[in-house]
């Protein structure tokens, strides 16, 4: 019992943000949910499931974080690396709410620019999406190892150059992945359009980032390049 008792406060510390936990899944969550259903705009519940799970884990880690302080180690606490672990978590929580947000839903991104007068189609809102998704991984992970003391401009110089690597091994691809963005601006021809180029001619299904499929009159189905796309006559 003398072993156990001066763990007793640190237990009961972890314990009570183990119910916070448990009430902020079950009751908190779902009333915020409530709450942004009933507001006029129509990404709040995006928001909300966004911040969900990086919450959760943020309120286990205080909640160890804390338990510890209160605990016989309680010196442990103060050193460097839990320190780092802490705002390396605060981190992630961040960064985990902006990734979701660019990964569950391009809603909020769509209804932002729709506000300031600019107008994005599906499409061209996925492509958006998948390189802020990109973006906002590079910079948790730079922060994250900038946190642990690591030399970031090492890393930012072999980021770059594994870049230009992937480019320069996957230059199709990116020709039509940018392809395909500008035949989402230019909208030469959009889905449901019958058209004739590069010696393909029938009814456009779907444009994705690679390729464009085009129904033939036979009922075929061809996938046509978007880097062949843009730099070809369409009728």
Known sequence: MNFIEPWLPALAIFLGFILIRIIFRSVIF???????????????????????????????ILGLYFALLASPLSYLAYYAVIQQLIRSSILITVFWTMFNLATTTHNLLVTLLSFLGIQLEESLANIVSAFLRFFIAAI?????????????????????????????????ALANVFGSILIIMDKPF???????????????????????SVRTFPQALVYVPNSLLSNTPIT
């Open 140 to 172: 948790a992970l730079a922060m994250i190892v900038s946190e642990w003391g690591y030399d970031i401009n090492g890393f930012i110089a072999g980021l770059s150059l594994g870049g230009l690597a992937i480019s320069l091994a996957a230059k199709d």
């Open 30 to 60: 779902k009333f915020l949910r409530i709450f942004a259903n009933k507001l006029p705009f129509t990404t709040n519940e995006d928001i909300v499931d966004a911040a969900n799970h990086p919450l959760q884990f943020l309120i286990l």
């Open 190 to 212: 959009m889905v449901g359009d019958w058209i004739s180029a590069n010696g393909v001619e029938g009814t456009v299904e779907k444009i994705s980032l690679r390729s464009t």
